[in-house]
């Protein structure tokens, strides 16, 4: 249900990370339906699925624009590189410019 959020410009990483944190939110509601209950934004279950991926597969790595340093556009690698490091979160760069010259063309 939340990969319905993702762009196609951000599948990938960011898709998977959907698919964790819809589970997460699935099992959440389910196991705390009658106990203490915790709301949690889409933004935050995105981070915590990318973030949990991350520490179990040390394969898993995020590639985009400003996902490192600014740490995403709404904030859902927040946290991620200072944890993971420069070579598993890594900005690449805005290409606005081609995007421009390859829609006018």
């Known amino acids: 249900m939340l990969a319905k959020f993702v762009t196609p410009a951000t599948t990938g990483c960011l898709a ?23 709301e949690m934004t889409v933004r935050d279950a995105l981070n ?32 991620l590189l200072q944890k993971h490091g420069a070579e598993r979160v890594r900005d690449t760069p805005i290409t606005e410019v081609t995007s421009f010259h390859q829609h006018s063309a």
């Open 48 to 79: 915590s699925a990318l973030d949990e991926e991350m520490a179990r597969d040390d394969k898993v790595f995020i590639l985009g624009e400003e996902v490192g340093e600014y740490q995403g556009a709404y904030k859902i690698t927040r946290g």
């Open 16 to 38: 998977m990370a959907a698919q964790v944190a819809a589970r997460q939110v699935g099992q959440w509601s389910r196991g705390f339906a009658a106990a203490a209950t915790s």
